[in-house]
RNA sequence: GGAGACGUCGCAUAGUCCGGUCGAGUGCACCACCCUGCUAAGGUGGAGUCCCCGUAAGGGGACCGCGGGUUCAAAUCCCGCCGUCUCCGCCA
């Protein structure tokens, strides 16, 4: 949720983050309409609730004889006080059901428009060039006996995968990787809950526009998380945190569950976008000043991996209207996939600056020992989808594919991964 | 799944039976000051969170797990939910 302060003092601001979202600056003027409604119902039961407080004490004192006359006078006060209570939380819910609407007000410089319109900040590595025809990570997976679609579609549906044999050691070992890295870097690692509760998926901002993404028990009234994010926002929501030393980091570890509605025939092929991969999930509690170094620290941390992996990438800054409600600012890394002669998302990472924390109440101690809503921020330090550049990335004419020497080490020395006779 | 107990201001607790004098006592921890020949003991005072009005000083409201209800008035009575614990059953 915006800050309600700043809605109040700098509408223009927001409108123009609504702007460059591609989205409704009227929801704008709605909602500092109803602020100001809001406000004002406030007034009005405070001080009815303040006269009845009085009130409630005189009967309290009042000498037994005397108590029955002011009974009834109260009580026609107490029906006053009642209505005047309902306007005020009606008008309040109101005025939250407006704001939930905006989306987080996107950082200077985050260019405009929508998924097409993103800012390419760098690009790294050589472009691998292959003297044979490449083959795709499924055909390569299908050789190493290492990812099975038939099977996963039989037992699961379609966008459902086994890992086998190697194939599941190496995403074993891309996790452990990552995880070893978090570590050295000072993050603290979390295995998480899959399941939520609905306040926990609202708080995190996914239950909105794209709602339908997300698998829903109603039996249970529980929500599949699509990332650990979701968990791990809510791991300290309700709590003043100490930041006095530095950010709360947590690397997250977690399968992640999408239903990929709005997905259509796209990347109906192999293990690009499947309904359940698994991810380690960086995530960090910060004092907002420090949000967007801390933003770079993440995409640092980001970059090293896949440069550890020898595979070539571009780092893009999201254009606003595709940055998702509770992002001011989003980059993806993206790593080539050769036969598909682009890049592809592997990993994003988000500035949530307080959007998140306000809504689920989580806040430290300024100097001035007054509490404030802290930033978060989350970023992917591997997925099951970077399989996908890494056989492709590196595979050979004979259907080999060279083991990246950081990786190595996380799979017995292994140096070649070897097509398997079936 | 069945039966029961519990959820209070950082922590530990009192208050709930018998509604108002309870936004709430006590201990520990905390902060400031005082005292004391020492990192002890003692004394005095202070301190929660959120919201509204106000430039401010200040004023007002809400908060006793969460949400409803009864009542002039709810920490206290009633209902629902969530959570914790104990016992039984079940599964392993």
Known sequence: ??????????????????????ESTALVD?????????????????????????????VAQAPKEAKAALVSQ????????????????????????????????????????????????????????????????????ELLDAIDMQRGAKVSGARFHYLKGIGARLELALMTMGLDRALAAGFTPLITPTLV?????????????????????PDDELYLT??????????????????????????GWSTCYRREAGSGGKDTRGIIRVHQFNKLEMFSYVDPADAEAEHERLLAWQEEMLQSLGLAYRVIDTAAGDLGSSAARKYDVEAWVPTQ????????????????SRRLDIRHRTDGGKTAPVATLNGTLATTRWIVA????????????????????????????????R
């Open 197 to 217: 509760r609905p306040e926990i998926m609202q708080g995190t901002g996914f239950l909105g526009a794209h709602s339908d993404e997300i698998y829903y028990l």
């Open 226 to 251: 699509g990332t650990s994010e979701v968990a791990l926002a809510g791991y300290h929501a309700d709590e003043i945190l100490d930041l006095s030393n530095g950010p709360i980091r947590y690397a």
């Open 1 to 22: 949720m915006i800050d309600p302060v700043l809605l109040r003092e700098n509408p223009q601001l927001i409108k123009r983050s609504q702007e460059l979202r591609g």
């Open 30 to 58: 709605a909602a500092v309409e109803a602020d100001a409604a809001r406000r004002t119902a406030i007034a009005v039961f405070e001080s009815l609730r303040a006269e009845q407080n009085a009130f409630s004490k005189q």
């Open 341 to 356: 002669e682009r890049y592809r998302e592997l990993t994003s990472t988000s500035n949530c600056t307080t959007f998140q």
């Open 74 to 141: 109260a009580q026609e006060l107490a029906a006053r006080v009642k209505a005047a209570n309902q306007a005020a939380s009606d008008a309040d819910s109101e005025f939250i059901e407006v704001v939930q609407r905006i989306g987080n007000v996107v950082i200077d410089g985050v260019p405009g428009g929508g998924e097409d319109d993103y800012n390419v900040l760098k690009e790294v590595g050589d472009i691998p060039a292959f003297g044979f025809e490449p083959r795709d990570h499924l055909e390569i997976g």
């Open 390 to 421: 890494i056989l492709e990335t590196h595979q050979q004419a004979d259907g080999t594919v060279v083991v990246p020497e950081a990786l190595r080490g996380y799979l017995g020395g292994l140096e070649l991964l070897e097509p398997v006779a």
